[in-house]
């Protein structure tokens, strides 16, 4: 799933995004006319920029030094420096890993990269300044641009489901066994990205390589900080526990947002796309769900992803209607009655034969299967 250097070329826009990627294309093709160079510092490689031909070449977010900067700029190229003072980088080439967005826990969830981006989010959000929302759409735009290279040719699901759901519960190793299920089936599991049962289908996942029994001890461990309230320094402190004891996990995405900065992102999710806009990154999450998504229960956030994913499905905007199992009978058809109204909609459409409704977590793998045809 990672891009390696010999990728590059592959990425058809001549994409550069990291020292080794640039270091590969200098020496062999001996110029970077026309390339895009993401957020790879070149301070130490002034030589090779004051040297080689960047002409129609772009920069994005590079440490340079003064002279290489102007050099490039005499070539054509399109320079855009480093945004000084800001706890993110806009212009960044990979998607975040949990040991990023939780970098100096140990001072506290406060000192976290994640934490000094949602305050700064909170200070310009509402002030109407277009320098603080085009990098918070740059950076957006930079997430779904790793994204989409980290996830070509992926056969990805999406579970979906409460951030409520607390550590310790039945349901709470239910949805981490069904994350370890899906790893085991092929299917790379994609999340919202946050706590509760987006928590546990990413620890599910993370757990694959490892025997059920690591999965139960992992929960175990995980129960002394059942919720990210009242200190998400302790609850995000067990989950890396967890992972320096079982440090060999599978990889699986987590979608998170900034909008709801109250909920942090869970550290079991390999690779983390982070976005500022909520609805980007809904859209962007179901849209990548290529291979099916399964509702387990959740309030209101889950009923928006249930009718977000059946919309594309009943127009095949997106082509053919990909597989929806929704989890739990009674909660889909009597708590919330959504069931009812996706079997009606989907009536006499092709996603009729796509949609099934299962009382239990471990019967969603075989419903998939089944609704995939």
């Known amino acids: 799933m990672q891009t390696s250097p010999a990728h590059a070329a592959h990425h058809g826009d001549r994409e550069i995004e990291t020292i080794e990627e640039f270091d590969a294309i200098v020496s062999a093709r001996g110029t970077l006319s026309g390339f895009r160079v993401q957020a790879v510092d070149l301070t130490d490689r002034t ?51 949990p040991g990023d967005l939780f970098a100096s826990l140990d001072k506290g969830y406060e000192a976290t990269p994640d934490a000094l981006a949602y305050a700064w989010f909170q200070r310009t959000r509402t002030d109407g300044d277009v320098f603080a929302s085009m990098l918070r759409a740059v950076h957006d735009d930079s997430m779904s641009d790793a994204l989409d290279e980290l996830l070509r040719g992926a056969r ?12 310790g519960t039945e349901e709470f190793r239910g949805a981490a066994r069904l994350g370890r299920a899906l790893t085991h089936a092929g299917f790379t599991v994609a999340t919202g990205g946050g706590p509760g049962a987006m928590e546990a289908a990413n620890l599910g996942a993370y757990a694959a390589p490892y025997d059920a029994e690591m999965l139960d001890a992992a929960c175990e461990l995980l129960a002394a900080a ?27 995405i987590g979608i998170p947002t900034w909008f709801y900065g109250h909920e942090p992102p869970n550290a079991f999710a390999s690779h983390i796309a982070k976005y500022f806009a909520n609805a980007t990154r809904e859209d962007g999450l179901l849209a990548r769900c290529n291979a099916g998504v399964v509702f387990l229960p959740g309030a ?60 239990r977590i471990e019967e969603a793998p075989e419903a998939l299967k089944r609704l995939a045809g």
């Open 226 to 252: 059942p919720s990210f309230t009242p200190s998400v320094t302790d609850w995000a402190r067990a989950a890396f526990e967890v992972r320096s004891r079982w440090p060999k996990g599978n990889h699986s």
């Open 47 to 97: 030589r090779e920029l004051l040297t080689t031909d960047t002409s129609e070449a772009v920069f994005l977010g590079c440490r340079m030094r003064p002279d290489a900067a102007e050099k490039l700029r005499g070539d054509g190229a399109l320079v855009l420096p480093p945004v000084p003072g800001l706890p993110f980088d806009p212009y960044r080439g990979h998607l975040y890993t």
């Open 156 to 167: 990805v699901v999406g579970v979906m489901g409460g951030h409520a759901m607390a550590r």
């Open 300 to 359: 209101a956030g889950t009923v928006q992803e249930v009718f977000d994913n059946a919309t594309p499905n009943y127009y095949e905007s997106r082509g053919e209607p990909t597989p929806m199992v929704l989890v739990n009978r009674a909660h889909w058809t009597e708590r919330l009655p959504a069931w009812p109204l996706l079997r009606s909609l989907a009536r006499e459409r092709s996603m009729e034969a796509r949609i099934a409704l299962v009382d």
